[in-house]
């Protein structure tokens, strides 16, 4: 950032991010939501009012420690997978399939040559951590990180710059990013949220926990052997391209956003505003923590890819007329298709804008 970078400025623009990870922690009210589950924990049950109930599994993993920290989110979940919350079942399928962009997003991030050894070079790490704390609220602290650490925009296509700082490695970013996030976080979410037996839904619910960590994992691994052969390195280009990797699972989320649109019986407001009084009961109180959830994910993630763009403006890389056409289409394409897809779109643009 030329005009907007030195340290101090980064810093200065970090601060909104870090009101809306202390907001999203508040919140939560984290104190309230254990004392709340913990007549389910301790009894082996999760019942609902209509009489409905299901047993919560005694192990999953197999491994004690990942087995009693999971066990505490298949109730957090529960409202919705199971659908006894209507509002929240329909708001938190949305929500959760909107991570599949925002991921593909932070991989490709990773991936780039100049982010090397930055914070962005390790989005698993940021995204387990908001697995286990909330994902609103550690998201924030990711880009003030890659804001003050990173190389900005205005950075990145200066003339000073090498052009391979620019790149998306393959070395870092598998070509088989996308069947790996559609089977580890699509598939396992449309399981937990669609299959017509209860105890089916809390299974998978207990196997997307750890579905960021694998995501990483397999994507790095992959990457690596593949990157060991030239051959396949060619062969697998046509669906490793940015646009191909986030351009799938951005038109799953928009498909999942208008599907809602129109079956849900629910009022956009009711779905994705929380109430703004503290709640006292489960469900109510889960609902509202999922709504701030998304909002603090999706408000920041816009914030980060706003302060790229007008960095990119501010140097001259962007024109007045490209920036009015991109603040004047965002707000349609965003109610059109999401907060996931949209934030593709935007990233995209950005990224054209880098690699031209």
């Known amino acids: 950032m030329s005009q907007l ?28 939501l254990v004392a709340l589950q913990e007549p ?11 009489g409905g109930s299901i047993t919560i599994l005694e192990r999953f993993w197999h491994v004690e420690f990942l087995d009693e920290l999971w066990r505490r989110f298949t109730v957090t979940f529960a409202p919705s997978t199971l659908a006894f919350d209507p509002v929240s079942s329909w708001q938190a399928f949305s929500f959760l399939n909107d991570l599949g962009p925002l991921f593909t997003i932070w991989i490709l991030e990773s991936s780039r040559v100049g982010n090397r050894y930055t914070p962005a070079w390790l989005p698993t790490i940021f995204a387990f951590a908001g697995q286990v704390m909330s994902l609103g609220a550690v998201t924030p602290l990711f880009y003030i990180l890659c804001i003050i650490f990173s190389p900005s925009s205005s950075t990145l296509v200066a003339k000073t710059t090498p052009a391979a700082q620019r790149r998306i490695a393959s ?87 208008i599907y809602t649109l129109i079956v849900s019986p629910h009022s956009i407001s009711t779905l994705f505003l929380p109430l703004l009084e503290p709640q006292d009961a489960l469900e109510p109180l889960l609902r509202r923590g999922l709504q701030i959830d ?63």
Not at 196 to 218: D, E, I, K
Request: aromatic share 14%; charged share 10%; hydrophobic share 50%.
């Open 171 to 257: 070395s870092h970013s598998s070509p088989l990013l996308l069947p790996i996030l559609l089977f580890l976080h699509t598939f396992e979410l449309f399981y937990a949220y669609g299959a017509t037996q209860l105890s089916t839904r809390h299974y998978w619910t207990w196997a997307w926990q750890m579905t960021p960590l694998f995501v990483g994992l397999a994507n790095t691994s992959l990457a690596s052997l593949i990157s060991l052969s030239p051959s396949l390195s060619r062969q697998l280009k046509a669906i490793s391209s940015p646009r191909v990797l986030l351009g799938v699972p951005a038109a799953i989320s928009a498909g999942i956003w």
């Open 5 to 32: 970078g030195p340290l101090v400025w980064r810093v200065a623009l970090a601060v909104p991010l870090l009101y809306i990870s202390y907001a999203c922690i508040e919140a939560f009210a984290v104190d309230k």
């Open 40 to 50: 389910y924990l301790q009894s082996g049950r999760i019942e609902w009012a209509d």
């Open 294 to 356: 998304e909002l603090c994910v999706f408000g920041s993630s816009l914030l980060w890819i706003g302060y790229h763009i007008v960095d990119l403006y501010l140097d001259g890389h962007v024109t007045t007329s490209e920036i009015f056409n991109v603040i004047s289409l965002y707000p349609v394409i965003a109610a059109l298709t999401g907060p996931g897809a949209s934030l593709s779109y935007l990233w995209l643009w950005r990224e054209s804008k880098i690699q031209r």
